[in-house]
């Protein structure tokens, strides 16, 4: 037996028992005529001792013990003399009377402990020791809390979780798919599920009435920080249900998640429209947890004479409380982040409502006391208070008053972890305008149904229709996304027409779907959360690295695994592909 006990479960209760421990030597500390070791495992840390008195053989066998090695000891739980109230297992150590290592180790090529000095490069490479650590550790075992939960609150409300193929068929619409070459038909490509959409639509047309699946969903994108190539999906899909079936389901299950996972209760989900979203917070996923909410000011500040707000299509601002006394080098920094590239104001304009009642402002050569007065009331400001005003096309201006605002919520620490503030957007539009491509394309996924009472609208005003769509916001994040679906032949006819598939693409994509809604489908509907990102707000961090076991890097590579790799001539002729160097490709 390799153990009686782990090492995260001893306490003074267990005082004189004889145990046997296994694990690793994370630390040892040697005194001369004692020495002690901290040995670990997934459960804790429990402290060992060797004594040079009653037995010198083992302390020096002990001494031989490096960083790593994985051991057996037995001996006695006795009390320390001087405890650790930082651990559970503190208050006791065990005195060794017998070693035996089960496995000699390298010396780690980073601490293994829970501040280490390794870079994340290196703990990727060596993942297997970094999971050695506690808090990542602590990040996969609340993973297996959460998808638990998960399981456990949508089978009570009767879903059942079936498994899809992974090995599909490529659609242009969407993200990038991942291909997979098939060997049996050469020539022939079997693409990786951006999602089981389709397939859990068909679910619906089989009559499962009930789906979930957490599943894992592959999109060749371009990386950007913190995206996965290959990342979790919590799939869900219901038939006959409406909007409100849903958003009652999934406020639920969310409700679920923070109780069980974080003892917080939330109540009622507040809901927004998409345009109240864009509007007032300049995102689609507006951080809730702190205001500093957008107010436009056209109808006060326009045809004063200032030619860049007079010129603007649309001029809104933020007010920041108790930030007037913001220095000009504090000022000067947040200009500068506002014309950052990626940000793309052209400039920022500060309004101060000093501590003694004067306002001033950054443009007071063209307002007046009055005029600076109103801009404060429109902003209900009050004294000490900043206000940030930038002007320019409407898009482009709430998009970059949106970055200032989640910059200064960052900045003065208003986006609390410990706090929750979930939302649902609704009404998104059903579909948007790309000028490059010039045709519409669907803002969530072409299955997404408009709603009834704005059909009539499909015929001459397609920009104005919205859709039957849904998201669920979290601390800022989109955490899930889902719509009611088009169960409608001829309507999903019609949306593909209008997507620019002529009926023949539409049929060689989608045929078995068409063709599925001809079989008598249901009215359903569903959403999707994004597991990874939803472990990560409910472990209080934003990094969903960090709660993958196995990640890849920002360039999308498995550095442990040395993943993608180049596939020997032999496979490559076995699959009829051949690799062509760039310089070749017209
Ligand atoms: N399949 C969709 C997605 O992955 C979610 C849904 O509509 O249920 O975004």
Request: charged residues 25%; glycine residues 8%; negative net charge.
């Amino acid at each position: 037996m390799y153990r009686t006990h782990n090492c995260g479960e001893l306490r003074l209760s267990h005082l004189g028992q004889t145990v046997t421990l296994s694990g690793w030597v994370q630390r040892t500390r040697d005194f001369g005529a004692m020495s002690f070791i901290d040995l670990r495992d997934r459960y804790g840390i429990t402290q060992l001792s060797f004594n040079a008195e009653t037995n010198p053989e083992l302390l020096s066998k002990a001494r031989e013990l490096g960083r790593e090695f994985v051991v057996q000891v037995s001996g006695q739980v006795v009390e320390r003399s001087s405890k650790n109230t930082q651990i559970p297992t503190g208050e006791i150590e065990i005195a060794v009377a017998e070693v035996t290592v089960l496995n000699a180790a390298k010396t780690p090529p980073f601490t293994i402990e829970d501040q280490t000095d390794g870079g994340d490069e290196l703990r990727m490479k060596y993942r297997y020791l970094d999971i050695r650590r506690k808090p990542v550790r602590d990040n996969l075992l609340l993973r297996n809390r959460v998808s638990l939960a998960v399981r456990n609150y949508l089978s009570e409300q009767g879903f059942a979780e079936v498994e899809t193929p992974f090995l599909i068929k490529s659609t242009p619409e969407g993200a990038r798919d991942f291909v997979v070459p098939s060997r049996m038909n050469p020539g022939e490509f079997y693409a990786l599920p951006q999602s089981p959409q389709t397939f859990k639509q068909l679910l619906m047309v089989g009559g499962m009435d009930k789906y979930y699946q957490i599943v894992k969903c592959f999109r060749d994108e371009d990386l950007r920080a913190d995206r996965q190539p290959e990342f979790t999906q919590i799939d869900c899909e219901m038939a006959f249900v409406e909007q409100e079936d849903i958003l009652q389901t999934f406020e639920g299950l969310l409700k679920h998640l923070l109780k069980s996972i974080r003892n917080v209760e939330v109540a009622n989900f507040p809901r927004m429209t998409y345009d109240h979203a864009m509007r007032t917070y300049g995102n689609d996923k507006p951080d809730i947890r702190f205001g500093m909410s957008f107010v436009e000011l056209n109808a006060i500040v326009q045809n004063k004479g200032f030619v860049v707000f007079d010129a603007a299509e649309l001029v809104v601002g933020i007010r920041v409380a108790g930030a007037a006394n913001y220095t000009r080098k504090q000022l000067d920094a947040l200009t500068d982040f506002v014309k950052r590239p990626q940000v793309g104001a052209s400039g920022l304009v500060w309004v101060k409502y000093n501590e003694d009642g004067t306002i001033k402002s950054s443009v007071d050569k063209f307002y007046s006391d009055e005029d600076r007065a109103a801009i404060a009331a429109a902003f209900g400001a009050a004294p000490n208070d900043l206000m940030l005003i930038l002007a320019g096309s409407a898009n482009k201006t709430r998009k970059a008053l949106s970055e200032l605002r989640m910059h200064l919520g960052n900045a003065l620490g208003l986006r609390k972890p410990d706090e929750f503030a979930p939302l649902w957007v609704v009404d998104f539009p059903l579909l948007e305008w790309d000028e490059d491509a010039s045709r519409w394309f669907a803002m969530h996924h072409p299955f997404t149904a408009p709603k009834p009472e704005d059909l009539h609208l499909m015929a001459d005003n397609l920009g104005a229709v919205r859709a039957n769509a849904y998201d669920l916001v979290l601390n800022g994040s989109e955490i899930g996304g889902g719509s009611i679906r088009i169960h409608n032949r001829e309507l999903q006819r019609q949306l593909f027409e209008i997507l620019g598939f002529t009926e023949e693409e539409a049929q060689a994509q989608f045929g078995f779907l068409m063709n599925a809604f001809e079989y008598g489908a249901p009215p359903h509907g569903g959403i999707a959360f994004g597991f990874d990102r939803l472990v990560a707000i409910l472990g209080g961090h934003e990094t969903i690295r960090d709660y993958i076991a196995f990640p890849k890097n920002n360039a999308g590579r498995d550095v442990m695994i040395d993943a993608p790799a180049n596939i020997d001539s032999a496979q490559l002729d076995e699959l009829q592909l051949r690799v062509v160097p760039v310089q070749q490709k017209q």
